[in-house]
């Protein structure tokens, strides 16, 4: 299984904070898994690390809260998403 872990930087939530509520971070997010999908690099699912408040933006975009993550970047327990290409 190929799993691709998504790094979400700070200056993709700074972008999502400028342009809040008029879809465009949806879009990019949608874009960014549409060009996984067909990379053609046999990715099974995608994992990223979300604060709470991020979740429902995910999940729009068709991710899956998995639960606490393992693993923690700074001092916020972040939460694990999963988007599965095969489910």
């Given at each position: 299984?190929?799993?691709?872990?998504?790094?979400?930087?700070?200056?993709?939530?700074?972008?999502?904070?400028?342009?809040?509520?008029?879809?465009?971070?949806?879009?990019?997010?949608?874009?960014?898994?549409?060009?996984?999908?067909?990379?053609q690099?046999?990715?099974?699912?995608?994992?990223?690390?979300?604060?709470?408040a991020?979740?429902?933006?995910?999940t729009?975009?068709?991710?899956?809260?998995?639960?606490?993550?393992?693993?923690?970047?700074?001092?916020?327990?972040?939460?694990?998403?999963?988007?599965?290409?095969?489910?």
């Open positions: 299984m190929l799993c691709y872990v998504i790094m979400c930087s700070y200056v993709f939530y700074f972008y999502l904070q400028i342009f809040a509520y008029q879809g465009l971070g949806t879009k990019l997010m949608v874009a960014y898994v549409d060009h996984i999908r067909a990379s690099m046999n990715v099974e699912k995608m994992l990223l690390l979300s604060k709470q991020l979740v429902p933006f995910y729009r975009c068709g991710f899956k809260c998995v639960g606490p993550a393992d693993v923690t970047h700074g001092q916020l327990c972040k939460l694990l998403l999963e988007y599965s290409f095969y489910s």
